[in-house]
């Protein structure tokens, strides 16, 4: 028996010429939310595919609890995938059911399982719906309900955000957390890098099918140049400009925010902003995982 992981192990993968993936690895722990993220094209989707098995590896191996996933194991992972796989004209119930009982649960396990699951996620009032007749995010409501009626060991979602609206995305946000917590490795994909930012325990950056960063948010940010937000209401448009070892990096109304070089003293730069008046506001902050994902994105574009 291994740890619970869920280990991608250097997998490449090509389609003709393009090439998706280059030997592309991490892993994510028993217990572990894990934000998969990058470009459009990137190869996240491919990646999955691949860990859940419905697409082959050219080479490289995937993993869970130490051994490699085989059919048998495929059947304990929860995936929601990206073009989203419901039937459109069968019931909701009826389909979750039959879901759950292709992943081998008895008739009445299944039917308690998507009581719990529909109740749970906002649509048990939908059951008896054809799936058509949802909106979208209601549709993947029971997209996300379908990937786990089954009690999945690991969850696979491939953006499972997109197009929720704020109250859908609390409740799948929950829900992730609680399956994490529960011990299960949760992998999605997102494009909505704030909401990764708030909930991930890691996240691998991915651009060309290669993993460029891989590490905690706290981590990846502490790369970045440290920031300082000064508002300071009286200063004239410039004020900052012949700071040394000071770049501006925005100026939005009273608002500065400025990138600092290493060694530099904030305390100078607080002197020069009260010497034009008032400061109302004076902090300091690590760039946002979404500006680092643009400059990794960017030095890719740039190699
Ligand atoms: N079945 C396929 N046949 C040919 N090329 C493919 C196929 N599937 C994916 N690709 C190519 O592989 C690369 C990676 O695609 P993939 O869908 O994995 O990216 P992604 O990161 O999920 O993108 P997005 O954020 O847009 O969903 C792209 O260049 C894509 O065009």
Redesign the pocket.
């Known amino acids: 028996m291994g740890d619970g992981r869920l280990e991608i192990d250097r997998i490449s993968k090509s389609?003709?010429d393009?090439v998706?993936l280059r030997e592309l690895a991490f892993d994510v722990r028993a217990g572990e939310l894990f934000g998969f993220v990058?470009?459009?094209?990137?190869?996240?989707?491919?990646?999955m595919r691949i860990a859940l098995g419905v697409l082959a590896a050219d080479s490289g191996e995937v993993r869970w609890d130490g051994a490699p996933v085989t059919l048998e194991t495929r059947r304990r992972i929860g995936y929601m995938p990206?073009e989203r796989g419901l039937y459109p004209k069968m019931k909701v119930g009826e389909q979750l059911v039959y879901l759950a009982r292709l992943h081998g649960l008895t008739p009445a396990a299944a039917e308690r399982a998507v009581a719990d699951w529909t109740e749970r996620l906002g649509v048990a009032e939908r059951v008896g719906d054809e799936v058509q007749k949802l909106s979208l995010g209601n549709q993947q409501r029971v997209q996300l309900a379908a990937a786990l009626v089954h009690d999945p060991g690991i969850l696979v979602l491939d953006?499972p955000f997109s197009g929720l609206d704020p109250v859908a995305v609390d409740v799948m946000s929950t829900v992730l957390r609680d399956k994490a917590k529960a011990g299960v490795p949760v992998v999605f994909?997102s494009?909505q890098l704030d909401l990764v930012e708030r909930l991930c325990d890691r996240v691998g950056i991915?651009r060309s099918?290669q993993l460029v960063a891989c590490d905690t948010v706290d981590a990846l940010r502490s790369t970045g140049a440290m920031e300082l937000v000064v508002d300071a209401p009286s200063a004239p448009p410039g004020w900052a400009d012949n700071l040394s070892g000071v770049a501006v990096k925005e100026h939005v109304g009273s608002r500065t925010v400025l990138e600092l070089g290493d060694g530099v003293d904030d305390q100078a730069v607080l002197r020069a902003a009260l010497a034009t008046g008032a400061v109302t506001e004076f902090s300091r902050r690590r760039p946002s995982l979404t500006e680092l994902f643009r400059n990794v994105v960017a030095d890719g574009v740039a190699a």
Not at 38 to 47: D, L, P
């Open positions: 389609f003709g393009v998706a990058g470009s459009n094209g990137a190869g996240k989707t491919t990646a990206e953006e994909s494009h991915v099918g």
